[in-house]
Nanobody, 125 residues
Framework: QVQLVESGGGLVQAGGSLRLSCTAS????????MAWFRQAPGKEREFVAV????????AYEDSVKGRFTIARDNAKNMVYLQMNSLKPEDTAGYYC??????????????????WGQGTQVTVSS
């Protein structure tokens, strides 16, 4: 059974940093595309960042480029999201997602087969 578990969320002041982690279990994820999405209250879930099976292959939503970095450790089945220079508008629940189609950088939630329960990030002004 595939399971994704996020951790690392919390409350931080604007300009601060957080690192989110996603622990994957149930199978080998080295050939999966792994992504982070976020959802604020009253808003749709939106793409944040994705990393393909090749660790050098990444894509980001425009508002987080230069501030967020996605990385993966295939040996540990872990995916990370380093978030710097956080802004109040980054406040949301952050979700880890996985798809076995790791050859493309999917940015649409419907392309992902597996989801974690989410971790809350709150950025105060």
């Amino acid at each position: 059974q595939v399971q994704l578990v996020e951790s690392g969320g919390g409350l931080v002041q604007a300009g601060g940093s957080l690192r989110l982690s996603c622990t994957a279990s149930g199978r080998t994820f080295s050939n999966y595309a792994m992504a982070w999405f976020r959802q604020a209250p009253g808003k749709e879930r939106e793409f944040v960042a994705v990393i393909g099976w090749s660790t050098g292959n990444t894509a980001y939503e425009d508002s987080v480029k230069g501030r967020f970095t996605i990385a993966r450790d295939n040996a540990k089945n872990m995916v990370y999201l380093q978030m710097n220079s956080l802004k109040p508008e980054d406040t949301a629940g952050y979700y880890c997602a996985a798809t076995p189609n790791g050859f493309r950088l999917w940015v649409t939630a419907s392309n992902y087969d597996y989801w974690g329960q989410g971790t809350q990030v709150t950025v105060s002004s």
